[in-house]
């Protein structure tokens, strides 16, 4: 076969870097902006990786470590960013206190200041330059085996690491544990879009569940790194009683999420592996994939 489901991906892979770059290099738009671009654009190349990695291996998976580690080092300003939108989500239907006012102007100069900082600008110019060498050495790198098994295979092994660590949350019952299943239910749900996109009806209802699920793990996700900032600046900028009250809501509302997703989690994933492989290993997406989808 001349062509196949290979040389489309590979084609929508680097289309994916390429759009990396070009948010890292954009200049007319703020540093978060930026930056939650790139970082959407690395998580499909890192999700798209993980779908072939029958087929890449080793190469496949030092490439989404390096792509791991670009995201990583432009994440603070997002983070800043998500801090102060989700304080105000959470000071909602409460009366601003002078101490609360006090934290939500020192969560805001934090952004401000990533913002205005010449290592971000720094950081994403580096990032730009990383990402293009990606997308380079991704010229070839599908081309090898047997896309359809291989894409079945990737597939599976997708809802297989959303299961266990799903698993693993209902467990630990962490915010660490829930974020890791949070990663593992956005690179299937990435997956299962993907064949949607190809014309995967049967799956068309999982996807919508599965964005459903991903928001409210996200949700949580928000809730720590707004925790985290809190407890980082001490309870300088916040009377103790507002402080201590500002974090029980944080932890009510995280636990109230966290138990959404785990009666919503079941619902995608009670059957087995070979299951959910049976779903597209017959599917008439799988030759569509041939032609090429876009995102």
Same mark, same amino acid.
């Given at each position: 076969m001349a062509k196949d489901a290979r040389h489309a991906m590979e084609r929508l892979l680097r289309a994916l870097l390429r759009q990396a770059v070009a948010a890292a290099e954009d200049e007319g738009h703020p540093v978060s902006a930026r930056v939650h671009r790139v970082r959407t654009a690395i998580k499909r190349a890192k999700a798209l990786l993980r779908l072939f990695e029958p087929l890449v291996g080793k190469d496949g998976r030092r490439e989404r470590r390096k792509l791991a580690a670009v995201a990583r080092g432009i994440g603070s300003v997002r983070d800043a960013r998500v801090v102060v939108e989700t304080f105000d989500r959470m000071m909602r239907g409460h009366r601003r206190s002078r101490s609360s006012t006090a934290l939500r102007s020192r969560l805001a100069g934090e952004r401000r200041r990533g913002e205005r900082r010449r290592k971000s600008v720094k950081e994403l110019r580096r990032a730009a330059k990383a990402l293009a060498a990606t997308r380079r050495r991704a010229k070839g790198l599908l081309h090898r085996g047997d896309s359809r098994r291989a894409l079945a295979l990737g597939f599976t092994?997708?809802?297989?690491? &959303?299961?266990?660590?799903?698993?693993? #949350?209902?467990?630990?019952?962490?915010?660490? &544990?829930?974020?890791?299943?949070?990663?593992? %239910?956005?690179?299937?749900?990435?997956? %299962?879009? +993907?064949?949607?996109?190809? /014309?995967? *009806?049967?799956?068309?209802?999982? #996807? /919508?569940?599965?964005?459903?699920?991903?928001?409210?793990?996200?949700?949580?996700?928000?809730?720590? +790194?707004?925790?985290?900032?809190?407890? &980082? /600046? *001490?309870?300088?900028?916040? #009377?103790?009683?507002?402080?201590?009250? +500002?974090? &029980?809501?944080?932890?009510?509302?995280?636990?109230?999420?966290?138990?959404?997703? +785990?009666?919503? *989690?079941?619902?995608?994933?009670?059957?087995?592996? /070979? *299951?959910?492989?049976?779903?597209?290993?017959?599917?008439?997406?799988?030759?569509?994939?041939?032609?090429?989808?876009?995102?």
């Open positions: 092994s997708g809802y297989r690491r &959303a299961q266990i660590s799903m698993r693993a #949350a209902r467990r630990r019952r962490t915010p660490e &544990a829930f974020h890791e299943w949070r990663k593992t %239910v956005k690179t299937h749900a990435f997956h %299962v879009d +993907l064949f949607v996109r190809a /014309g995967a *009806g049967n799956l068309r209802r999982r #996807a /919508g569940v599965l964005e459903t699920l991903g928001e409210i793990l996200g949700a949580a996700h928000d809730l720590t +790194l707004l925790e985290d900032s809190v407890r &980082a /600046g *001490g309870e300088q900028a916040t #009377a103790p009683r507002a402080h201590h009250a +500002l974090l &029980a809501r944080v932890d009510a509302r995280r636990r109230d999420l966290h138990h959404r997703a +785990l009666e919503l *989690g079941p619902r995608l994933f009670r059957q087995r592996p /070979g *299951g959910a492989r049976r779903q597209i290993a017959d599917s008439p997406a799988l030759a569509r994939l041939e032609e090429g989808v876009e995102l």
